[in-house]
């Protein structure tokens, strides 16, 4: 099994199909978290997205389903379109999680990214912080160029 970092092959085609709406106001996006026995990728098309059964449990604020994304915002740096989201954190939890699956959970639990975290990160009976990167072409945690 394997958590592999990409943006969705289906998300990409429905973005030309206008499904996904990222302005503030627009669709609710969601962020579930996974255990290294995931398998998930590109290929990935739905949330659940993972049939192995190896989503994080439920543990103190996080419950499977994972949490809504606040505060969205889109805009065009550079020539390329970027996605960013406030900080994310679940408090009173102790978990293990190797990734992340954000989807959109006004439009069918579609998949719109997979998250590898580049191992194995817990919180043990305190607070999971997921902290998107700078809003820019280079980091924002959506890009489409």
Do not use: W
Request: hydrophobic share 40%; proline share 1%.
């Amino acid at each position: 099994m394997a958590i592999v970092q990409a943006v969705c092959n289906s998300f990409k085609k429905e973005i030309l199909e206008g499904i996904h709406d990222f302005e503030n106001g627009g669709d609710q996006f969601k962020l579930a978290l996974y255990e290294d026995t995931a398998n998930l990728s590109a290929n990935t098309t739905a949330y659940p997205g993972d049939s192995t059964g190896s989503q994080v449990g439920d543990t103190g604020q996080y419950v499977q389903g994972g949490k809504v994304l606040q505060s969205q915002q889109t805009s065009l740096d550079t020539s390329v379109a970027i996605v960013t989201f406030a900080n994310l954190s679940f408090t009173g939890v102790t978990l293990t999680a190797e990734g992340a699956l954000i989807y959109n959970a006004t439009e069918s639990d579609k998949a719109v990214c997979v998250l590898d975290f580049g191992g194995n990160k817990t919180a043990t009976s305190g607070t999971f912080t997921i902290q998107f990167p700078a809003f820019n072409s280079t980091s924002a945690i959506l890009r489409i160029a």
